[in-house]
């Protein structure tokens, strides 16, 4: 019945949904402009896989969406509630956005944002813990893949963990925080722009809880403080701080190396964590103004291993800087835009930052059973540098593993609670699966950000075509582009233009020149819009988490930009020349232009195609490939094979 209904509707979307179950209902007579609406209930018992939890069980969701983008203007509403038994450690989907709302430990509801409903199936995953007091609970998702290496359990890994709701007894021993408050009240600030700076200062102040400490430096020409170094938080120190706040005027030039060289050197309050938020709006006009000496030194001065969270203020910064300021500190960059409030901005990451449940927390791999020689059994972990984790935050660490049968075991250790503790995780190449074809695409898109951020910091000594390994960073940026079909704004040229513009054809070497050229044009922008863009797309793609699919990313413009020429199916990425789809294997590559096999839409042979691709390595989806409009073009099996359209038969 199935086969017939694609065979006489020519629509070969519906091939997306070969494998699932099906309802069929009628809704005869539907008036003219008249609207019918369909209530579907039903139970269905979900996939759940302990093994390769620590301490819980993961339990995974699916609903089936067409993964079309001409179908992603298709308004979806996607809410939900979770509840168990056992203690719930945090909701994920690797898909779509999802915020979540926890009514208790045992309860959380979860909602698509409407904005964020992209075309593709809705994965959610929840992870639920084994008792009531389990510390960390985790999971391990993994993908196989031959391009790996030479071993034959080699793929891909996603180590997923909620940080819990912490019981009273646990939070009395998360360490007191000490907040170095570095406000820039140069004369670009003045107005309402310093206005909400202050606000901001006053809000974090507030939020402390009393019995931790803060000290306030602000800057502009010269460096000032509120007292000789921290002080802790009481009714009397609260308001000589909102005295001496008020009292402040915006001025002057900025400071940016001094302000930061005396909120480094300060001593730290025994047994507190340091972290120090740093505001600004400008660059660097007063004393060392060098990007790479303000850098150098500010990491040097940071002997106490404060946490930088920057606040960058408008398009007039050096965003690169600020960027990795943070980064090298175990800390974040946000960007607050024209229009934005700064106070919210400030107030809404302090919020979050109530006290660290794991500090310094570091992954580390070993072999099972048989080591491979020379071979570690982890590599190109992301993010590479891990944030500490506090309450109620998620876990998303993506990587490639090498093993043996026996399998890998990750250790994740840190300053728990004040105390040092190591949680291990397996990883078994048998679990491994072409269904979690997610993981490479989220893997591929945080290394690339983390390639194009090395080439970024390369320019601040100047053209980065000089630098001998911006080429071989450029380079792995377009193999992995190609691969998983996760463009920037470095290589949107590998894209059709929308309007069916011919596309030359282009061999390797020159898609890396093509990059290269525009790395050498981008890295020059420290600052303004196209600045602050970079930083973006950078930072989005070094965290991301779920799928990107339409390749969203912000121009120099700061206008958002959309490529809808490349489509990520499966585990592979299809890209539109001229009206066809052709398989990333394929494309740009006139010796293998001529197919081997030609086949209908419809025909057996056809089905019989559809049939081998949804049963390909535990129903990965592949069949999806065969769902685009127009000719396709794939690689099957080392064979080339070519769908012809319905209406025009090979």
Same mark, same amino acid.
């Given at each position: ?9 020519? +629509? ?28 579907? %209930? ?12 620590? #301490?819980?069980?993961?339990? *995974? ?52 944002? $409407? ?6 199936? =809705? ?31 080699? #793929? ?42 202050? #606000?901001?200062? !006053? ?77 600004? +709006?400008?660059? $660097? ?17 940071? %002997?106490?291993?404060?946490?930088? =969270?920057?606040?960058? /203020? ?16 175990? #800390? ?13 901005? /400030? ?12 500090? !310094? ?51 994740? %250790?840190? *300053? ?5 503790? %190591? ?39 100047? *053209? ?19 691969? @998983? ?7 949107? =040229? ?52 779920? $799928? ?5 990313? @912000? ?13 990520? &199916?499966? *585990? ?8 066809? @789809? ?58 080339? &094979?070519?769908?012809? !359209? ?5």
């Amino acid at each position: 019945i199935y086969e017939d209904i694609v065979r006489r509707s020519l +629509d070969p979307a519906l091939l997306e949904f070969v494998n699932c179950s099906f309802v069929r209902s009628s809704v005869f007579p539907v008036p003219a402009n008249g609207e019918s609406t369909i209530t579907l %209930t039903y139970e269905n018992v979900l996939d759940t896989d302990a093994a390769a939890s620590a #301490g819980g069980t993961r339990i *995974d969701f699916l609903l089936p969406r067409s993964g079309s983008l001409e179908a992603s203007g298709t308004k979806w509403t996607i809410k939900g509630r979770a509840r168990s038994e056992r203690a719930i450690g945090t909701a994920y989907s690797p898909s779509h956005p999802l915020n979540t709302v926890r009514v208790s430990d045992k309860e959380l509801s979860f909602e698509v944002p $409407a904005a964020a409903t992209a075309p593709g199936a =809705f994965r959610m995953s929840l992870l639920v813990g084994a008792g009531s007091t389990d510390p960390l609970p985790a999971s391990v998702m993994l993908y196989p893949d031959a391009d790996t290496g030479s071993v034959s359990g080699s #793929g891909y890994f996603l180590l997923l963990g909620g940080v819990p709701s912490l019981p009273a007894e646990a939070q009395r021993r998360v360490p007191k925080r000490e907040v170095t408050l570095v406000i820039d009240r140069s004369g670009s600030m003045r107005g309402e722009k310093w206005d909400q700076a202050r #606000g901001a200062a !006053e809000a974090v102040i507030e939020g402390l809880n009393n019995g931790e400490a803060f000290s306030i430096i602000d800057y502009s020409d010269t460096v000032q403080r509120f007292g000789s170094g921290p002080v802790i938080k009481d009714a009397t120190t609260l308001a000589d701080a909102r005295t001496y706040l008020n009292g402040l005027q915006a001025a002057g030039g900025t400071n940016i190396h001094d302000s930061l060289q005396q909120a480094m050197k300060q001593p730290v309050t025994p047994g507190f964590l340091p972290l120090v938020v740093f505001l600004t +709006d400008g660059m $660097a006009t007063v004393g060392i103004t060098d990007e790479g000496r303000i850098r150098s030194d500010t990491a040097e001065a940071n %002997t106490f291993k404060r946490r930088i =969270f920057s606040f960058g /203020v408008g398009y007039d910064l050096n965003a690169p800087l600020l960027d990795r300021l943070a980064e090298a500190a175990r #800390g974040a960059s946000i960007n607050v835009l024209p229009g934005e409030n700064i106070e919210s901005s /400030v107030s809404r990451v302090f919020r979050r930052l109530a006290g660290p449940v794991m500090s !310094e927390p570091t992954l580390g791999a070993q072999h099972v059973a048989r080591p491979i020689p020379r071979t570690p059994a982890t590599r190109d972990v992301m993010p590479e540098r891990m944030p500490d984790l506090f309450e109620g935050d998620q876990l998303v660490v993506l990587g490639r593993y090498l093993s043996t049968a026996d399998g890998v075991r990750l250790q994740l %250790t840190g *300053d728990y609670l004040g105390q040092q503790r %190591t949680f291990e995780f397996s990883i078994d190449p048998a679990r491994a699966t072409s269904s979690n074809a997610f993981i490479p695409r989220l893997w591929a898109s945080r290394k690339i950000a983390y390639l194009l951020d090395e080439v970024r910091q390369a320019g601040v000594s100047g *053209d980065v075509r000089t630098d001998p390994r911006t080429k071989e960073l450029i380079d792995e940026v377009v193999k992995l582009s190609m691969r @998983w079909g996760i463009l920037t704004e470095y290589t949107s =040229f590998l894209a059709e233009d929308p309007s069916g513009a011919p596309i030359a054809v282009r061999d390797h070497d020159e898609q890396v020149q093509l990059a290269m050229e525009t790395a050498a044009s981008r890295t020059g922008d420290r600052s303004g819009a196209g600045a602050v863009n970079q930083s973006l797309n950078l930072k989005a793609g070094q965290m991301q988490a779920c $799928a990107n699919v339409d390749n969203r990313f @912000w121009g120099a413009d700061m206008k958002q930009q959309r490529v809808t020429t490349v489509m990520q &199916i499966a *585990d592979q990425t299809m890209f539109c020349r001229g009206g066809k @789809w052709i398989d990333s294997n394929l494309v740009d590559k006139p010796a293998l232009e001529t197919p081997d096999v030609k086949i209908t839409f419809g025909s057996p042979e056809h089905f019989e195609l559809v049939r081998h691709l949804a049963a390909t390595d535990q129903g990965g989806g592949r069949q999806a490939l065969l769902a685009l409009r127009g000719a396709v073009y794939i690689l099957v099996d080392g064979k080339r &094979i070519l769908i012809c !359209e319905p209406e025009d038969p090979c």
